[in-house]
């Protein structure tokens, strides 16, 4: 029995494999082979314990194979099924994901991005909160729901259509006097299209709305005095409410109901994210669905595009209705 | 004003910090130096544009600073909570995660230990259900809710301890005749022992029980047919069930007010896992909890413990009750 080498080298594996250089190479960086040389190579590799040093690859080839994605938290359902599937599709591609959470803290949020800097990453996924970021244009950076400048891509759903689909669909299904409630940070972003396009669309078909605009630190109770005020003689002075989000929705559509009315028949609520309820997998409300598959294949597609002279500014993405036991649909 | 050197290195901030070389190298590795100095040499390398190059670092002193986390998916919350304190008590400690989403496929697995080991992370923490899961012994590896060998240290909440609590709690509030639910995978894991804890509970203390189990395969629909069958005259035969989870407690509770009895006045229920619904942070049911962040932590400790040879094949962390509205606490 032949003792393994301590460190064999890819000549090692090509004299085991009795294969030239060229072909373990082209293994060993995933380029195509015959098959059966792939095997033989494989084969070899496994008797000497070969191992692809990805850290001496990086150093010579500036391809370290690691994007880094930072993320403000997995406890959040939407952000975890967005890294879940980033995860998943830079995977596809040959890449490795190095995760950072940061809990939307600003300065966490450079740090990372420094981290990931050190890393050699080739490229940066962020959904940031810090308008100051520092991007610098050495490594690619793409934006999730935050626009930057025109050098940055950003990707994120059709929030203004999104918006306006909302207002259209409560208007089709008989709601007449619209409400709209907004809940996030003060961080100006793409979400906030959302109110931007059911304003517009209010204003446009003359439906009368009212937007009611609260930041985090305000905190969901607060939308509780609102909704008392607009109940009249037992009815709702709105029929139809979009909320900028499915949470805020189910929070919202608990206190419709401790305030006696009923939902979809007194009032009609539509969310936005398109969230499922992992016990049932049933959606928590009617909602404005985030591709959120698409938007993480379109990240990295954008990431990983060797042309970076046309990469567009800002990519949305069409979003779609899904009724949701909150709607008269 | 001085152009940025494209390339700067150590010396160069050391020339313009106007420190030794070695104060540099402590401030970039992290090593205490006095006030002044560190922001001395921060301040010049920021002027000088340089970079820490973890890769160079890594193929000189094998310290990467990267460790794998290998988990089944962060579509359900646990799995995202938990990767979540990983990755902040990783962020913490000076390390970064490599994040690697398998779907509990088993193959998926071992290219994913495999990619670690080619990025030569310095530990792996994982999730898995391979039983043939290659893990060799030169990089550290800490198996969370698995039991492998005694040379693999695994971190899980004390399943069997919440297992036995279940069965008393729901005793101890009323209930004299138990049933225990259970589904999830095939593969043996500690998750197991929440069965083995309730059913010893029971038997020692003489209280009739009964186990109903289920793998994944079956769906949680399975369940149905069981609670049908139990009910005689209106009452249910059992006054007392435990599920092996939050998502199969959520799902029995709803097919118990279908079939129209009163929880907890008719039967109550416990699950394990101590979720929070993320709409309003409230429990999905009374529930035994899992202490997720001391288990990121212990995973982390053990992790990074330079002395490899005192450490526990297994830890399990204890566990809590918590009430939920579905028992009568």
Redesign the interface.
Known sequence: MKAKSSNPTMKDVAREAGVALGTVSKVMNNIPVGEDYRIRVEEAAKKLGY??????K??KTNH???VA?IIP?????FF??L??NV??VL?KRGF??????T?SDMEMENNCIR?A????VEGIIALTYNPDIEIDEEIPFVSIDRFYTNRVPCVASDNYGGGQLAAQKLYELGARKLLHLRIGSPVIGEPDKREAGFESWCQLNGVPYRVVHKNDADGLMSFRPILEEMIRDGKPEYDGIFCNT??LA??IL?MLRQLGLSVPEDVQVIGYDGLLD???YKP?CSSIVQPVERMAETAVDILLNEDRSKLPALTCLPVSYRPGGTTRD
């Open positions: 191992q692809v040093n990805s850290y001496a990086g150093l370290t194979g690691i994605l938290t997995l406890k959040h359902p975890g099924v890294t879940d995860c998943q995977m490795r994901t190095l995760l950072a959470t809990e981290m800097r050190q890393h050699k499915d949470q189910a929070v608990k992992f016990t049932d928590y």
